[in-house]
């Protein structure tokens, strides 16, 4: 796989002050703009390129606020954790990683304050967001003037309906980075207000196979709900991609792009698959490895560049965005480097 080029990407001071630039977990290409998110705040930002068609740089950094716009399920002040994105018509929908969390350790910490912190884990009801988000003007709006209006999942929530799933329910209170439930990807297919929804689970991975969630979110007012989709409310697939947990989804006509890395916090290997035909699913299914077509195999570093996002750009390209980007991407205050990777 080679690197064809890298891209530019500008942040504000604001989202700078955030570490938003150094966490990014969520990209999504709009026409000019591209969508971004951070996996330690509750908003969304835009960006905008220089040149449509092959930008060298996206900047004229906006941030909006979630809690502007949708009803979230903790504090406007605490972190969503937003690991993905995907436009549908006037509709920018985004989800949360709904998974629980285990406290991180540091180097001053004493042997019985770091196995003291590895024993606590919080349940982070704040990350358990799943929205469509109404666009007017290229911004996120309660409601536009032509009626379409922001929605969040409200109760019950998809963390209510797994509780007694046979396959996930034994996870939910595992931390995401332990093989927990962690989503981390996001794709819609269909027409506006008749989406399909997938979810990438990162975790848990199930004897070497990953899951995704098919929903069908209908909006109830300033709420969602979810349709049932063959009389159950989610469909569940299970996609042999190596071992490997799903880190990001990007529809590409009928098919879904499959950005796969390791569901534990290890580096690599990070690849890119195609599951074809995906958005027209309508029951669970089991993908078995030789249906799916292994794409692309991506860099990763050994404790930095941890691919995060996927995005497609015209010309057959993919725009890639790095969790704990390396030194070297970090070329000036506010700026990180993108890859961007040809499609076979």
Request: include cysteine; hydrophobic fraction near 40%; charged fraction near 30%.
């Amino acid at each position: 796989m080679t690197i064809n080029r890298q891209v530019r990407l500008r942040f504000e001071s604001g989202a700078v002050e955030s570490l938003t630039h150094v966490n990014l977990s969520a990209v999504r290409s709009d026409g000019r703009y591209l969508w971004i998110a951070g996996d330690e705040t509750a908003t969304i930002e835009r960006l905008t390129a220089d040149e449509i068609g092959r930008p060298a740089e996206y900047a004229e950094h906006v941030t909006f606020p979630l809690p502007d716009v949708i009803k979230l399920p903790g504090a406007a002040d605490e972190e969503v954790d937003v690991e993905g994105l995907t436009r549908v018509g006037p509709y920018l929908w985004a989800v949360g990683s709904h998974s629980s969390k285990r406290k991180k350790l540091k180097k001053e910490h004493s042997d019985a304050k770091a196995a003291k912190r590895l024993a606590s884990v919080s349940a982070e009801p704040s990350r358990r967001v799943l929205a469509r988000l109404a666009i007017e003007d290229d911004q996120p709006v309660a409601k536009t003037s032509d009626g379409y209006h922001s929605a969040a999942l409200g109760k019950p929530g998809l963390i209510d309906y797994l509780e007694d799933d046979d396959h996930l329910a034994p996870f939910l209170a595992i931390p995401g980075k332990d093989n927990g439930l962690d989503i981390e990807g996001i794709a819609a297919c269909g027409q506006p207000g008749e989406e399909s929804l997938f979810l990438g689970l990162r975790g848990p991975v199930l004897r070497g196979w990953a899951v995704v969630l098919q929903l069908a979110p209908r909006a109830d007012g300033d709420e969602l709900k979810l349709e049932r989709i063959n009389g159950e409310r989610y469909v569940k697939h299970f996609l042999d991609i190596d071992g490997l947990g799903i880190r990001d989804l990007c529809v590409d006509g009928d098919d879904l792009l499959i950005l796969a890395g390791p569901s534990m916090d290890l580096d690599g290997p990070v690849r890119v698959y195609r599951w074809r035909g995906a958005a027209d699913l309508q029951a669970a299914d089991v993908v078995h490895r030789d249906e799916l077509v292994r794409e692309i195999d991506l860099p990763f570093g050994e404790g930095d560049d941890h691919a995060e996002g996927i995005a497609l750009l015209p010309d057959n390209e993919l725009l890639v965005v790095y969790d704990s980007p390396a030194e070297a991407r970090l070329i000036e205050p506010g700026v990180v480097l993108a890859d961007v990777v040809s499609l076979p």
